[in-house]
């Protein structure tokens, strides 16, 4: 069996430069430019002083309240559709299942990630919290408001679970704990599970301990990067951001011992120049240590350092997609996959029945994360269209339908005989 597209392109699937994966060579970042000293820290916010006054939903045009954490948490816009506190409708998504929350400061994050929308290298042209991130807005709300409304229900609401953003700051640590407190006083963490997504840079080993003992769930590092050098360039020195990649295993294995088997786990973004193989030897590594990989599709996300740079085609973006469910959740390996010259995956190391089973069941394009309450590999974390726009999906945070299945086959090259996709018929297919 091979993956390589027969002939022809596929849907979405070459980069500019022609090609069906994007190397190292055309991912670099630009660099950060200078930033005005009165601009620097949140500068703007906290001259202006406004005082905060309910929910926050960015907007540039007018000044930005000075809002931090503990006390407002920015939460995403699906979070802030399904929780009440905004309208909007998502394509194809009645809710989402994760109540993403996000620590929140003027000075915002103080680590300078080239893919990043919230680096601190934005910090002249727009204010924290008006900063897209994953390509979606972020509401600032009283922390308080938030878990109340969500402890009415408990249960029965429609989070399956809430994750804590951490961000790089000097307070995150501590502010991460008071926002956890807010929350467990309020919602049961046995009715809805925490996770946290960490900051290592500024933790250590007991900050992960009081965490775990506070009721959180899961813990997670956004690696992000597949290789010590690509995390350099991207998050690391060349982007003078504060993050190391020892430093951030040192806190993974740590998590791996206090949260133990399943409870841990790391992100990947996919597409910033490593090798397919460089990242699937990487999601082996986290499965050998007894945790989860959970990928995102490279975006070029706008106002970030890697704004001119290509999204991930989807052929690439496919096939890493596919080989990750295999070795997480079908207890393949990646020693069994054959990968070319490219490091491009050629062949997934099992039969073609196989394969069809785990392509036509959809769970393995659909957004990957930590589980919800409908099975271990689905994921309450759906990020709708937070890696891609709705006309492209990359990441499905919805169970992919018939026409889906077709479109993913075509993006691998591998339609069944007889079988088509034409572009767009998704999008007609659905809307009629
Ligand atoms: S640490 Fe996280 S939030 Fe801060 S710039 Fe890097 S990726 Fe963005």
């Not at 996000?102 to 893919?115: F, V």
């Not at 003992?213 to 990067?225: L, N, P």
């Not at 350099?232 to 430093?247: A, C, E, I, M, Y």
Request: glycine fraction near 8%.
């Amino acid at each position: 069996m091979s993956c390589l597209k027969p002939e022809g392109a596929q849907p979405g699937g070459l980069n500019e430069a022609g090609l069906d994966f994007n190397p190292a060579d055309i991912m670099e970042p630009r660099k950060p430019g200078a930033i005005a000293p009165d601009l620097k820290n949140g500068g703007r916010v906290k001259t202006n002083d406004v005082s905060p006054d309910g929910v926050y939903l960015p907007d540039y045009n007018i000044l930005t309240p000075h809002r931090r954490s503990p006390e407002d948490v920015q939460l995403s816009t699906a979070a802030a559709i399904t929780l009440g506190i905004t309208r909007g409708k998502m394509h194809r998504c009645a809710c989402t299942r994760c109540l993403n929350l996000l620590l929140t400061y003027p000075e915002g994050c103080r680590a300078n990630c080239a893919y990043c929308g919230l680096a601190r290298h934005r910090e002249a042209e727009r204010d924290y919290a008006d900063r897209n991130f994953i390509r979606v807005d972020w509401p600032a709300v009283p922390m308080e408001e938030v878990a109340s409304i969500v402890a009415r229900d408990g249960a029965a609401s429609p989070f399956h679970r809430m994750c804590i953003s951490m961000i790089t700051h000097p307070r995150s640590d501590e502010d991460t704990f008071t926002v956890l407190k807010t929350w467990t006083d309020k919602v049961d963490p046995n009715d809805i599970p925490i996770s946290i997504l960490s900051n290592p840079t500024t933790m250590t080993r007991e900050d992960v301990k009081r965490l775990h003992t506070m009721g959180s769930d899961i813990f997670t590092v956004a690696i992000d990067a597949a290789t010590p050098e690509i995390f350099d360039r991207t998050r690391g020195k060349g982007v003078q951001s504060p993050h190391n990649w020892k430093k951030y295993w040192e806190i993974l294995l740590d998590a791996r011992d206090i949260f133990g088997p399943q409870k841990f786990g790391a992100h990947i973004i996919i597409g910033m120049g490593e090798t397919e193989y460089e990242a699937l030897t990487l999601v082996q590594q986290l499965v050998d240590l007894g945790g989860h990989s959970h990928m995102f599709c490279f975006f070029p996300e706008k106002g970030s350092l890697m704004d001119h740079l290509p999204a991930t085609p989807r052929d690439q973006w496919r096939r890493v997609q596919l080989a990750r469910y295999l070795i997480d959740y079908c207890d393949k390996r990646v020693e069994d996959m054959t990968f070319d010259g490219h490091g491009r995956v050629a062949d997934f190391g099992i039969s073609q029945a196989e394969l069809d089973v785990t392509i036509d069941s959809g769970i393995a394009f659909r957004t990957s994360g930590c589980p919800g309450k409908f099975a271990d590999d689905i994921s309450a974390c759906d990020r709708p269209y937070g890696d891609s726009p709705p006309s492209n999906i990359a990441s499905y945070p919805f169970q992919p339908e018939d026409v889906d299945i077709r479109k993913i086959r075509s993006q691998l090259g591998m339609l069944r005989d007889g079988e088509t996709y034409e572009e767009g018929e998704d999008i007609e297919t659905i809307h009629g």
